[in-house]
């Protein structure tokens, strides 16, 4: 089983001063270390809505979160995985117990060129963007796809993406296998869940507050 929990980000932000104190302190500056104002409200937000989750349904807390060299973030005081991704109004959160799980939402943009992000592409991926009938959108959800991938590996999209293959349903990461599911989250875009672990349950729920 895989909990996904998602929180539409209202217009009008909701006022997180007091709130973010009660997160861990090595997380509050990990997070401060941002220079961007919006993306450092995005990533309290974020981690909030993990901090009700796991306190309200999993029974647990955020103390002893670290971060890998690769920037994944894991829970050293329990058996408990989880990701997260946010794209420009929606976050979303993927907890699990079963193995590593890596989950990117990505809302549809525009490229001016194809060609300029293929460098993240294996060639069978850039041929498949290419022949596709609406090019820009596939490229769209095949970097949502192997962005998830790479998040569940715990590696670097940089490192990663022109080796890493996500053609189908399945793939191999260091002799290790990965599956691939795409997520349903009615929004202008695509999201992808990949786990280390066949899935044979996803529950989605929305949050409507992230206190």
């Known amino acids: 089983m895989v909990h996904i929990y998602i929180y539409r980000i209202p217009e009008l932000l909701p006022d997180i001063e007091k709130k973010i104190k009660k997160l861990p302190q090595n997380l509050i500056k990990r997070i401060l270390r941002r220079k961007n104002a919006q993306k450092q409200t995005i990533s309290f937000l974020s981690y909030l809505l993990l901090q009700k989750v796991m306190k309200e349904e999993f029974q647990s807390s955020l103390e002893g979160i670290k971060f890998l060299a690769s920037g994944k973030p894991v829970l050293d005081n329990t058996n408990h995985h989880f990701n997260i991704s946010?794209?420009?109004?929606?976050?979303?959160?993927?907890?699990?117990?079963?193995?590593?799980?890596?989950?990117?939402?990505?809302?549809?943009?525009?490229?001016?060129?194809?060609?300029?992000?293929?460098?993240?592409?294996?060639?069978?991926?850039?041929?498949?963007?290419?022949?596709?009938?609406?090019?820009?959108?596939?490229?769209?959800?095949?970097?949502?796809?192997?962005?998830?991938?790479?998040?569940?590996?715990?590696?670097?999209?940089?490192?990663?993406?022109?080796?890493?293959?996500?053609?189908?349903?399945?793939?191999?990461?260091?002799e290790r296998p990965y599956f691939f599911y795409p997520l349903n989250l009615e929004f202008n875009g695509y999201a992808w869940l990949v786990s280390s672990f066949p899935v044979n349950s996803i529950s989605t729920t929305n949050k409507e507050t992230i206190f």
């Open 86 to 174: 946010h794209t420009a109004n929606i976050i979303g959160i993927a907890i699990t117990t079963k193995g590593a799980i890596g989950i990117d939402i990505q809302e549809h943009r525009e490229f001016e060129k194809l060609e300029a992000s293929f460098t993240f592409f294996s060639k069978v991926e850039q041929k498949a963007i290419l022949a596709a009938e609406l090019p820009k959108r596939k490229l769209v959800e095949l970097w949502s796809k192997k962005e998830a991938f790479v998040k569940a590996v715990g590696g670097q999209m940089f490192e990663m993406s022109a080796q890493a293959d996500i053609s189908s349903s399945s793939s191999i990461w260091s």
